[in-house]
T-cell receptor, first 108, second 113 residues
Framework: TQLLEQSPQFLSIQEGENLTVYCNSSSVFSSLQWYRQEPGEGPVLLVT?????EVKKLKRLTFQFGDARKDSSLHITAAQPGDTGLYLCAGEGLDMRFGAGTRLTVKP | NAGVMQNPRHLVRRRGQEARLRCSPMKGHSHVYWYRQLPEEGLKFMVYLQKENIIDESGMPKERFSAEFPKEGPSILRIQQVVRGDSAAYFCASSLKANTEAFFGQGTRLTVV
């Protein structure tokens, strides 16, 4: 049973397009983190969201934590090839178990 | 402040040999997590350790695999009598607080021939 459901599993878009990926659960989290893993590297922490309804921006990336703190979304504006990677979410309290991830490919 | 250090980066073992993967957490971090990743797949949780204690090993196979995080020195993931199916990238991460905001090493890529 996957405690964190991420969708879509795969996403391939052209440079300049916008996209949103999702992380959903039936559990409530005190915080949730997003990570990005580039090919051949370890995942890198992008952001932690803590408050229900919270929105955090990191340049072209916008992270939102659901009001009920069960889900989160990541929106990327004007995607670039450098955004290519595996996007993972993790909820606090799950012994650092991750969702299966969204594998994003941005084509030039 | 050095990040999480894993070594070796690449490890080749023949079937039946032992593989020892090392992970030095970030300074001050006492929580360590190990993951396995196959190509084009996500991170599969294996084990969570906190100095000298195994907190959660539910993701680790009961046979041939073991992990430790001694009071002094790095965390070790040990795979005995390796088989071809053990070939994967193994990542470790550490955190300051339990279960949140982990920082990852660059992984050890194990190839069993």
């Amino acid at each position: 049973t996957q405690l964190l459901e991420q969708s879509p599993q795969f996403l391939s878009i052209q440079e300049g397009e916008n996209l949103t990926v999702y992380c959903n659960s039936s559990s409530v989290f005190s915080s949730l983190q997003w990570y990005r893993q580039e090919p051949g590297e370890g995942p890198v922490l992008l952001v932690t969201v803590v408050t229900g309804g919270e929105v955090k921006k990191l340049k072209r990336l916008t992270f939102q934590f659901g009001d009920a703190r069960k889900d989160s979304s990541l929106h990327i504006t004007a995607a670039q090839p450098g955004d290519t990677g595996l996007y993972l979410c993790a909820g606090e309290g799950l012994d650092m178990r991750f969702g299966a991830g969204t594998r994003l490919t941005v084509k030039p | 402040n050095a990040g999480v250090m894993q070594n070796p980066r690449h490890l080749v073992r023949r079937r039946g040999q032992e593989a020892r993967l090392r992970c030095s957490p970030m300074k001050g971090h006492s929580h360590v997590y190990w993951y396995r990743q196959l190509p084009e797949e996500g991170l599969k949780f294996m084990v969570y350790l906190q100095k000298e204690n195994i907190i959660d090993e539910s993701g680790m196979p009961k046979e041939r695999f073991s992990a430790e995080f001694p009071k002094e020195g790095p965390s070790i993931l040990r795979i005995q009598q390796v088989v071809r199916g053990d070939s994967a990238a193994y990542f470790c991460a550490s955190s300051l607080k339990a279960n949140t905001e982990a920082f990852f090493g660059q992984g050890t890529r194990l190839t069993v021939v």
